[in-house]
């Protein structure tokens, strides 16, 4: 039996939703990362200190009582947001970064910044405190092919961006495409990227084998063979500007099934198992460590992990659906096999 033991991962990009949809997912995840960057995205967003500890607060009161799992918290940036609420993060220990949705471009993404010149001041700000912005890095322009819109953001938004910000820690997140890859490795150790594992295994004939598949729409979308191998590569390279991060995103299954869907993928109940099996497709097992557990903590300067996780190469069945609060939502390769299993350390 092939196993191996890696520090417990932590997750640097985490959808947890709120109430009785939060209460149901969260267990996926704490199942075996320690820690992990919940995402603000809520309805309405979390724009304050308050109330990003009050939500805080909420996801720790629905851990199991043995549960030590660390949510790590961040802000919505928007038109509106004032240079010195940001400022208040930087003595926070719970409050890590400041996320910056371009307005439309994903899911409760309507109040994301219109402009970045209306957060001129908040930028130099965080550039000041040294807090990281964590970036949807995807352009909303109708005419851009949604399958360049990465490219274009980086060309267009995010070079001009950190010319303008020499010394803003950045992450480009959840990234998808060659370009992208290139960018990053190009920059110095201010940029770094999480990379998921939907990405990492599927390219985009996954949303329409054999008819259209609305549990593989997510955003950004999935890309051609060429730009998962570009990620592949990135991931499993030991390069430290790359790192894990999940975004794991969960939708009732209602509004996934529909003429208008959601985007977003819910990775977390097999999301360690699926990256092993990204990392052995090329070998790499014995980079995922680093990947999964070392760089995110070394690029938010926070201590590694001590504890150990095991995996085990053995065959079992995702479920075809999990409760979430009174809905039901599907997971990535729901009843079909899964090759990793965590067993017990
Ligand atoms: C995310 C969500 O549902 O909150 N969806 C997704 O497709 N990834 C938002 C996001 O990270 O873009
Ligand atoms: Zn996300």
Same mark, same amino acid.
């Given at each position: ?18 109430? !009785?949809?939060?209460? $149901?997912?969260?267990? @996926? ?32 009161? !629905? ?10 918290? +961040? ?5 509106? +947001? $004032? ?5 208040? %993060? ?61 490219? %274009? ?22 990234? +998808? ?57 990135? @991931? ?11 975004? $794991?995103?969960?939708? @009732?299954?209602? $509004? ?79 009843? @079909? ?9």
């Amino acid at each position: 039996m092939q196993r191996i033991t890696l520090i417990q991962p932590d997750d640097w990009h985490l959808h947890l939703r709120d109430g !009785a949809n939060m209460a $149901s997912v969260v267990s @996926a995840t704490t199942r075996c990362f320690a820690r992990a960057i919940v995402m603000p995205n809520l309805k309405p967003p979390i724009t304050t200190v308050a109330e990003a500890l009050d939500y805080r607060k909420r996801i720790c009161a !629905a851990l199991a009582p043995e549960c030590h799992f660390n949510p790590l918290m +961040t802000l919505y940036l928007t038109d509106n +947001t $004032s240079a010195t609420e940001i400022a208040q %993060i930087k003595d926070n220990e719970y409050i890590v970064a400041v996320k910056y949705y371009p307005a439309g471009a994903t899911t409760h993404s309507e109040n994301g910044v219109t402009d970045l010149q209306k957060v001129w001041s908040v930028l130099e700000t965080m550039q000041t405190y040294d807090i990281p912005l964590l970036i949807h890095g995807e352009v909303t322009t109708a005419n851009v092919d949604i399958f360049d819109r990465e490219k %274009i953001f980086i060309e267009q938004v995010l070079a001009p961006l950190l010319e303008n910000f020499p010394d803003l820690r950045v992450v480009l997140e959840h990234i +998808t495409t060659q370009e992208a890859v290139d960018y990053i490795i190009g920059k110095n150790n201010k940029l770094a990227a999480t990379i998921t594992v939907h990405h990492l295994l599927m390219n985009r004939n996954e949303i329409f084998r054999g008819g259209i598949r609305p549990h593989h729409y997510c955003l950004p979308v999935l890309k051609r063979e060429k730009h998962r191998q570009a990620l592949l590569r990135a @991931a499993t390279s030991g390069n430290p500007k790359f790192f894990l991060g999940t975004d $794991s995103a969960p939708h @009732a299954q209602f $509004s996934k099934e529909t003429a208008c869907g959601c985007a977003g993928m819910y990775s977390a109940p097999a999301a360690l198992e699926l990256y092993a099996e990204a990392f052995e497709q090329n070998q790499a097992l014995d980079k995922l460590e680093g990947f999964a557990s070392f760089y995110g903590a070394d690029f938010y300067r926070l201590p590694r992990n001590t504890k150990k996780v095991t995996l085990e190469k053995r065959t079992w069945k995702m479920p075809t659906y999990f409760e979430f609060g009174k809905q039901k939502v599907i997971p990535l390769r729901a009843g @079909a096999k899964i090759y990793w299993q965590q067993v017990q350390n």
